[in-house]
């Protein structure tokens, strides 16, 4: 079973186009998150929702725009795509473990091109 | 907010050997420290995590240590083998339903068999 999916896998689209990149976790999650991971292996949050509700936004320029129709969804729409948008995007959902952390589980990522 | 420094960037090692990777946050208030393994071209997958009110856990041949007064932390792997080749990333946030990872830029762990 996939616990933290994303589609498509690999997106190539030029610079203006928008685009979505879609996210479900089966896990029962009330945290969704957006990462972004760039070139250099960097990765940093950019939205954080909670219970649907947007919790945090970092400093994310307004043509992101994150959309969760319910708690196991969080789709990540862009708007007016430039070559910098080029990255890698990780969805992830989080719970309380065991141990007491709360852990986050990752999606598969989104390996996304703008040409 | 919260700065993670991690080091080395890079760690290359015999199979056998052991290696740490080190390190630092800035925010007093964080108080859970996860260590990620990140395959190439897979998603991040958590191996190990502290909480602060632990100063060391052990788990087969990985280990994290915490040093809350001095605001490090460390990921220590013996008995290296190949497959543990992967970039690692330490984070640190505080342990809430709603919070964030901060993470270090990662350390891309090389063992030579």
């Known amino acids: 079973d996939t616990a933290v999916s994303q589609t498509p896998k690999y997106l190539v689209t030029q610079m203006g186009n928008d685009k979505s990149i879609k996210c479900e976790q089966n896990l029962g999650h009330d945290t969704m998150y957006w990462y972004k991971q760039d070139s250099k292996k960097f990765l940093k949050i950019m939205f954080s929702?909670?219970?649907?509700?947007?919790?945090i936004n970092e400093t994310v320029p307004n043509r992101f725009s994150p959309k969760s129709p319910d708690k196991a969804h969080l789709n990540l729409h862009i708007n007016s795509l430039e070559l910098g948008d080029s990255a890698v995007y990780f969805c992830?959902?989080?719970?309380?473990?065991?141990?007491?952390?709360?852990?986050?589980?990752f999606g598969p990522g989104t390996r996304l091109t703008v040409t | 907010g919260e700065n993670v420094e991690q080091h080395p960037s890079t760690l290359s090692v015999q199979e056998g050997d052991s290696a740490v990777i080190k390190c630092t946050y800035s925010?007093?208030?964080?108080?859970?420290f996860p260590w990620y393994k990140q395959e190439l071209g897979k998603r991040p997958q958590l191996i190990i995590d502290i909480r602060s009110n632990v100063g060391e856990k052990k788990d087969q041949r990985i280990a994290v240590t915490l040093n809350k007064t001095a605001k490090h932390f460390s990921l220590h792997i013996t008995e290296t083998q190949p497959e543990d080749s992967a970039v690692y990333f330490c984070a640190a946030s505080l342990n809430s339903g709603y919070s964030t990872l901060t993470f270090g830029k990662g350390t891309m762990l090389l063992v030579s068999p």
């Open positions: 929702y909670n219970n649907k509700e947007l919790i």
């Open positions: 992830a959902s989080s719970h309380l473990s065991s141990s007491g952390g709360y852990e986050q589980y």
């Open positions: 925010d007093s208030a964080s108080n859970y």
